[in-house]
């Protein structure tokens, strides 16, 4: 897909968004969803803990009549109502850690920290999504071999697959994230298993 | 609100991402330099994002989070969104209709009024001598019943004969 279209589909989803439509709001939140925990779980400290804030600020997205101009501005008010939500959840924990008596640290979001965070997230999740977007076959076995470490003969068992196919299946992997990745990225991408 | 910081740091990770891809201009090179010096933080992200600290169990974490669930879960509780814009233009349609109907009934009223005026005026000789029944039937009470349409011409003669014999 090119930019061009990807900016079209972009700014369909976001006017679907401003217009109330739920089938956008759905696919924005499915694009979104999972980068956006685990940024509130670094923020937080607890990468299991940031869930019902993503989703309360999802909730808060779809309540507001507000358009956006671009996905960065999306993604800009995601991420801040993120961090304020996180703020309000850390203070009340110290609220309540000092009323029983426990000295809390005061580990409240330093600036710098939460748009760093901001930074690597992207990152991270453009990795994620080139891995996400493979066809289902060619996704598992890149994910079994690349990220768990597993060798071609244990995801032939697994998946109950000849060595063949899953041989041919992972070179067609590779073929696509090299498209998607190219230079240092797709380096970048070997490199988590140990085989660049 | 501009979100300018949080734009920034968005804009900061697409360019690590092109300059990992080995797609950087000079100008980006430039721009990436320039956040870069901005601060330690930024300097030590960047570091971190090129040196292997982007793990493979962070990679794999991401998948942790069953978004499909979540939004299944989740679409319940939104609540009916109206559409903004055809709904603006409903209530500006139904303002303008609301009017419309207000300023008819108006000068429906005002033109039966006018006529009514008109008749009495063009049956008893014009507009002066309605006057003049109005100031009688204001300071009379017992001209008050004279406008029903059956009562004028007699309400008017007895008036008519009370003037005549008073100025005898």
Redesign the interface.
Known sequence: MNNQNLSILEHELLEGL???D?AA??EI??KH???L??FAGKLLDD?DGG?DIV?DV??KL??R?LSYNDS??L???L??SIRNACLDQLRSAKRRSLRDGIYAESALIP???Y??S???????????QA?SNLPGQAQKII?KT????KSNEEVAEEMKLSIHTVKNQKRRGLDILRGK??????K?LL???GLS | MDYQRERESIRAGQLILKELNGELSVSERAELKRWLGKSPVNRRTYANLQSGELRSEELEGLRNYDSTESLRNLLPRLSPKPKSRSYKIYVGLAAALLISIIVAIGFYLRNQHTNQEMQLSSKYGGAGQLRQERHHRHCLPEYRQEVHPDREGRNLRRHRSAADHRSS
């Open positions: 401003h217009t109330g739920p709001f759905g939140y499915l969803h999972a980068p925990c685990h990468p869930q989703d999802f909730l779809w309540e009549s960065e501005h993604k800009a008010f991420y801040q600036t710098e920290s748009l760093a901001i930074t690597h997230t992207e990152v991270i999740t453009e990795l994620y891995i994910r690349f990220l768990e470490g990745l190219s230079g240092e990225g797709y970048l490199s988590l298993s």
